[in-house]
């Protein structure tokens, strides 16, 4: 049986060589569960955790600053390593002068460029320069509803192709709709036929799976990642000679031009920073098959998209986006001595951040566990426990700048599902591996006899209706608590 769970669920300045500490004052937040600690910080008697945090995923954190508190020191390769948790560590992590993202992650966890020139590794006013190419990008005004609008007319020609199939894997589906939807908006040239559009999805979604996955799987995404840089690269070089046109405003364009100074930015840097937006945007199929299991699980709510209420969509996604195991953890690296909080943390110290720990603290989300769209969450509040995809400020730290695009492509998918096509659900195994990073359900949702809606209103897939229900290898229920796995 499947529930909607985090923690049991398998389904997330400039630096320098001033030697004075920074110093911070403690946050206005006072849960009881806050960091206030004069303490020694406590040390997991491990003497190395690294092979436990591949047996554990992303789970390795919050149990041990359940076992040990909010702040602990451990060894990962056997490099010391502080651990924080709550929305105190995540005002530290993107509102603190002093850090860098250079070498802040463990192996195998780094699912974006390691170039320190891209956008998510530089520091200061060269990071805030680029963070401001990218937030023009992504977040002028219509950029979001324009790729939301050409991922519904993807999903919507698919349904003919779906029809002739007996089965889909709807995370497949989802990420080749976003990968041709995030190719075109981009303003790269136009695909070949099908099977190019398939080889790209392929190619991005290996990327993202293989991640954080040590071994063989970790050099094939290398590979895949190389592939797919070398090959932009020569896009942006045809388009800077003048052979090959873009649309102003697109990625493409404006990465082209851009200057970080004097200097016009490289063809492989503009290469790096347009899969940095490719990447993530296919990455966003693993909320939308979340966000199914949720619908799922929650009938009600499927009703309530299927008769309108677009309004409701929003606070679903982000209660989705809250729950959800995505990313797992992030870094820091302390350039320069920092006291904060009663600690002090030495320069070179290594930082780890819990993402999805600090979405389930009780002091921020009473019943953390419990899928609640009625928290009304949203990525435009300043909430440091509330952190998917970052904290602060995003013009000035290194919180993602493509909340906004996420959270319309959840939109669409949502009211997709609930309006335009119908399924059923076949036996399958919806298990979520929270070792896995990322996480997905292991059949990656399979759905069957896929056809249009009749426009009747209010139901998904025919499980929040009369249709059939047989073969359903997991149990639905209204039962309030959100997703979890056995």
Known sequence: ????????????????????????????????????????????????????????????????????????????????????????????????????RVKALPPGMQWFSADPRTVH???????????????????????????????????????????????????DEV???????????????????DAEAAALATDLAGVIESGGIPGLRKWQARLRRQRLENRLCTIVE???????????????????????????????????????????????????????????????????FGGGNDDLTEDFAEEVRRITPYFPMVGAVTTQPIDWDGLSLPKGQWLLLDLCGTALDPDCFPDPTRFRPERMLSWKQADPGFIPQGAGDVARTHRCPGEQITLELMKTAITFLCRDIAW???????????????????????????????????????LAGSGPRQGVGVALTNRPEALQTE
């Not at 591996?433 to 897939?461: C, F, K, N, W, Y």
């Open 238 to 304: 045809d388009h800077c000679a003048g052979h090959l046109p873009a649309a102003p405003g697109t990625p493409l364009a404006e990465l082209c031009h851009h200057r970080d100074g004097q200097a016009r930015m490289s063809p492989a840097i503009a290469a790096a920073e347009l899969l940095n937006i490719l990447r993530p945007t296919v990455a966003v199929g693993r909320y939308i098959v979340f966000a199914a299991l949720a619908l799922l699980q929650e009938p009600a709510w499927a009703q309530l």
């Open 175 to 193: 990420n080749l709709a976003l990968a041709r939807a995030g190719w075109e908006w981009c303003g790269l040239p136009p695909l070949q036929d």
């Open 1 to 100: 049986m499947i529930h909607f769970s985090p923690r049991s669920a398998d389904l997330s300045g400039p630096q320098g060589d001033d030697p004075r500490p920074v110093k911070l004052s403690a946050s206005s937040m006072s849960s009881p569960s806050a960091m206030t600690s004069a303490l020694p910080i406590p040390r997991d008697p491990a003497p190395d955790a690294t092979l436990a945090l591949f047996r554990e995923g992303y789970d390795f954190l919050s149990k041990r600053a359940d076992r040990f508190g909010n702040v602990f020191r451990t060894r990962i390769l056997m490099r010391d390593v502080i651990c924080m948790r709550g929305p105190r560590a995540a005002e530290l992590f993107y509102g603190t002068e002093g850090l860098t």
């Open 121 to 171: 590794l530089l520091e200061g006013a060269a990071h805030r320069q680029r963070k401001a190419l990218f937030i023009r990008m992504l977040m002028s005004p219509g950029r979001a509803e324009a790729l939301s609008a050409l991922f519904r007319a993807e999903l919507t020609r698919s349904i003919p192709r779906w029809q002739e199939r007996d089965r889909i894997v709807l995370l």
């Open 424 to 462: 059923t659900l076949p036996d399958q195994n919806l298990k979520v591996d929270r070792r896995r990073m990322p996480a997905q359900p292991a059949s990656g949702l399979i759905l069957a006899d896929v056809r249009p809606a009749h426009r009747e209103g209010g139901t998904i897939g025919h």
